[in-house]
């Protein structure tokens, strides 16, 4: 399984579980990135490894 460095943006609609490059289902794992102002909140796919940027910052 190769994991993509590329972080997709995302704008959320009403719910954000299925992955747009292969279709998992079940949700994603969730990691936080360091960025200039605190954390990046990124999901990844189980399946697939794909990266989701979805605009959450702590
Ligand atoms: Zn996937």
Same mark, same amino acid.
């Given at each position: 399984? #190769?994991? %993509? $460095?590329?972080? #997709? #943006?995302?704008?959320?609609? $009403? $719910?954000?579980?299925? +992955?747009?490059?292969? %279709? &998992? $289902?079940?949700?994603?794992?969730? %990691?936080?990135?360091? %960025?200039?102002?605190? &954390?990046?909140?990124?999901?990844? +796919?189980?399946? +697939?490894?794909?990266? &989701?940027?979805?605009?959450?910052?702590?």
């Amino acid at each position: 399984m #190769k994991v %993509s $460095e590329d972080i #997709k #943006k995302i704008n959320l609609d $009403e $719910e954000f579980r299925v +992955c747009p490059q292969c %279709s &998992y $289902e079940l949700g994603f794992h969730s %990691s936080f990135l360091r %960025s200039e102002k605190g &954390y990046r909140i990124i999901l990844i +796919c189980p399946d +697939c490894g794909a990266r &989701y940027d979805v605009g959450w910052r702590m």
